[in-house]
C-alpha cells in the first residue's frame, strides 16, 4: 500500500509500523498524486488517495477510515498579498489535487473568481513574487504561522465548513474493487485506532523528526484533523465532489 508523508499520515499507519498490524502490509510513501498513480497503475493494491483522484479513477474506498476536518484544519492554507475578490494567478503545491480544487471552490464561490493556476513548489516568498496568492498544504502550511505573515490568509477546512457546514473529506484509503474488501477495511480501521491510542508517543516523535513545536502537532493530530469516519464525513465528500464536478464538469470524467 502507499501512503502520504505528511503528518496528518501518521495516526493511520502507526499500528502499521508499530502495532499488531505491522507485517500485514507493505507501506510505502509518496506525495498524495503519486500514491494515486501507483494505485491506478496496481503498483499498490491500496492507497492513501485524495478524494479528487477516488473519483477521477473511479477508486472504491474504505469507509472506516481517512483524513477529514471539521472546521479550521491548518494544514491548507490560502496566502494572497491582494484581496480574495483580486486575485487573478494563483500557484499551487500540486502534491493533492483536493486541496487545489478546495481553493477553487472557495475562491470561485464566496469570492467570484477563478484564477490561473500555477504549479510550483511550495515556497511561499517565491510563490509570491509569481503569483497574486498561493496554496500551501501539509507540512509546508504548517511551518507557517498564518498569524506572522504580511499577507491575509483563508485556512481552507475552515472556509469549506463556512460554505456548507459540513466536513471536508482529504483524503480516503482507495483501490481497485477487487481489493477493497471488508476486511481490509477492519485492518485499516485498526490500525488507526492503534496509532489514536498512543497518539502522546506519535506526537513526540513526530515533532522531533519534522522540526515543528510539539504543541502544534498536538493541536493539529487531536483537534484540527480527524480520522475515523462517519456518515456527516461522507455527505461532506459527496457535497466536495459536485461542487468540483460544477466548477469543471471534465474533471471527474477525465481520467476514467
Not at 477510515?65 to 479550521?72: K, Q, V
Not at 491548507?76 to 478546495?102: C, H, N, W, Y
Not at 471488508?182 to 513526530?206: N, Q, V, W
Request: charged share 25%; hydrophobic share 45%; glycine share 6%.
Amino acid at each position: 500500500m502507499c501512503a502520504v508523508s505528511y503528518l496528518n499520515t501518521t495516526p493511520l499507519v502507526y499500528g502499521f509500523i508499530e502495532g499488531p498490524q505491522k507485517g500485514k502490509v507493505d507501506l510505502s510513501f509518496a506525495v498524495p498524486a503519486i500514491c494515486a498513480e501507483r494505485t491506478a497503475s496496481r503498483v499498490v493494491d491500496i492507497g492513501l488517495n485524495p478524494v479528487i483522484e477516488v473519483a477521477t479513477q473511479g477508486f472504491a474506498w474504505l469507509p472506516g477510515t481517512g483524513i477529514a476536518s471539521r472546521g479550521r484544519v491548518r494544514s491548507i492554507l490560502l496566502v494572497s498579498r491582494k484581496p480574495f475578490d483580486e486575485v487573478r494567478t494563483l500557484a499551487m503545491d500540486t502534491g493533492s489535487r483536493t486541496s487545489v480544487q478546495l481553493a477553487r471552490i472557495v475562491l470561485q464561490r464566496k469570492y467570484n473568481v477563478e484564477p490561473a493556476l500555477l504549479p510550483m513548489a511550495p515556497d511561499l516568498p517565491k510563490m509570491l513574487t509569481q503569483a497574486d496568492a498561493a496554496l500551501l498544504i501539509g507540512d509546508a502550511a504548517l511551518s507557517v504561522e498564518p498569524t506572522d505573515l504580511n499577507h491575509i490568509c483563508l485556512d481552507l477546512g475552515e472556509e469549506w465548513q463556512d460554505l456548507t457546514g459540513l466536513p471536508m473529506v482529504f483524503a480516503v484509503w482507495s483501490g481497485h474493487r477487487d481489493v477493497c474488501r471488508p476486511e481490509m477495511d477492519k485492518l485499516f480501521r485498526a490500525s488507526a485506532e492503534y496509532g489514536l491510542s498512543h497518539i502522546e508517543r506519535l506526537i513526540e516523535r513526530e515533532s522531533e523528526q519534522r522540526g515543528l513545536p510539539e504543541w502544534l502537532v498536538r493541536a493539529y493530530l487531536t483537534r484540527s484533523v480527524h480520522f475515523l469516519l462517519d456518515e456527516a464525513d461522507w455527505k461532506g465528500m459527496r457535497t466536495f465532489l459536485r461542487y468540483a464536478a460544477e466548477l469543471q464538469p471534465a474533471l471527474l470524467a477525465e481520467r476514467r
